[in-house]
């Protein structure tokens, strides 16, 4: 059982920077691919990014590539997900997921909100 918990979401002019972090319960984090999906309203849920659990697998989506980073440190349960050079695109609900298998989470938190203004 692992449980997620998101924040750094809020509201960034484009063209700005936020930082989201992921706190997780649980004794296995490490073992753990951690992704970062979004939704935004009336869209479909798509992937964004994920890790490995040594960290040295990392995964973009096309649409993000170059402008976000994710990292994770083991020793605080945590993985983050840098943004910058944010766009009106970006606007969507951000969660925080958690899984044995690549792109395949099996644990979802209950999301961040980040609202890019134009």
């Known amino acids: 059982q692992v449980q997620l918990a998101e924040s750094g979401g809020g509201l960034v002019q484009a063209g700005g920077s936020l930082r989201l972090s992921c706190a997780a319960s649980?004794?296995?984090?490490?073992?753990?691919?951690m992704s970062w999906f979004r939704q935004a309203p009336g869209k479909e849920r798509e992937f964004v990014s994920a890790?490995?659990?040594?960290?040295?697998?990392?995964y973009y989506a096309d649409s993000v590539k170059g402008r976000f980073t994710i990292s994770r440190d083991n020793a605080k349960n945590t993985v983050y997900l840098q943004m910058n050079s944010l766009t009106v695109e970006d606007t969507a609900v951000y969660y925080c997921?958690?899984?044995?298998?690549?792109?395949?989470?099996?644990?979802w938190g209950q999301g961040t909100q980040v609202t890019v203004s134009s």
């Open positions: 890790i490995s659990g040594s960290g040295g697998g990392k």
């Open positions: 997921t958690a899984g044995a298998i690549p792109y395949a989470p099996n644990y």
């Open positions: 649980g004794r296995t984090f490490s073992s753990y691919v």
